[in-house]
């Protein structure tokens, strides 16, 4: 499977964004699209995730409700919306495909290239 993530940029403190994460090649419905990102010197945290056999997404118990997954499986996209993005949010984002539903970035095999979110204070 291939994914491609983008809508990355450079926004300034309390913006929103909407990133999206396209699947292509080999996919099965049993399979998860999650959201991750990792900022300098940090390791990879999990943001949310999509089976598309349940078809509702799941968060880490840190979840505030900033961000929020969704998805279309007509169009094997997932999208992470970003709300009241703040400086510490800078980092790069990424999407990857677990054959299960998962939060552990090992778990996840394929990875999409990443995109770049600076936020400015």
């Known amino acids: 499977v291939q994914l491609q993530a983008s809508g990355g940029g450079l926004v300034q403190a309390g913006a929103s964004l909407t990133l999206s994460c396209v699947a292509s090649?080999?996919?099965?419905?049993?399979?998860?699209l999650g959201w991750f990102r990792q900022a300098p010197g940090k390791e990879r945290e999990f943001l949310g995730g999509l089976s598309w056999s349940g078809g509702l997404p799941y968060y880490p118990s840190s979840w505030t409700g900033r961000f929020t997954v969704s998805g279309d499986a007509a169009k094997n996209t997932v999208w992470l919306q970003l709300h009241n993005l703040q400086p510490e949010d800078t980092a790069v984002y990424y999407c990857g495909r677990s054959k299960g539903a998962s939060m552990i970035s090992r778990t996840y095999d394929s990875w999409g290239q990443g995109t770049l979110v600076t936020v400015s204070s």
């Open positions: 090649g080999s996919w099965v419905n049993t399979n998860t």
